[in-house]
Nanobody, 123 residues
């Protein structure tokens, strides 16, 4: 079992940056591939980025490439999502998820979820 808690969201102007954090409980967090998803009002939850257990491999949604960076510090049981050059269309609740049993892009594959952190980008 692992519990995930996101933080770092907020209100930011277009072009700004935020660093989202996902803190995990449990001593085996380094055993879990971990991803970020987001859900905008009225839209489905979509894949943003994923990082392997060691942090050696990362994959991004097309909209995130070049602007978002996922990283992890297993010693701190934390995964980060650095989001830069934010746009109003990035406004969403951002969720951390761990331990996918299928495709890492498929939200249904993840076994553990956090409660989300709101990111609002003003124009």
């Amino acid at each position: 079992q692992v519990q995930l808690v996101e933080s770092g969201g907020g209100l930011v102007q277009a072009g700004g940056s935020l660093r989202l954090s996902c803190a995990a409980s449990g001593r085996t967090f380094s055993s879990y591939t971990t991803g970020w998803f987001r859900q905008a009002p009225g839209k489905e939850r979509e894949f943003v980025a994923v990082i392997s257990r060691s942090g050696g491999s990362t994959y991004y949604a097309d909209f995130a490439k070049g602007r978002f960076t996922i990283s992890r510090d297993n010693a701190k049981n934390t995964v980060y999502l650095q989001v830069n050059s934010l746009k109003p269309e990035d406004t969403a609740v951002y969720y951390c998820a761990a331990d996918p049993s299928g495709s890492y892009r498929d939200r249904a594959a993840y076994n553990y979820w956090g409660q989300g952190t709101q990111v609002t980008v003003s124009s």
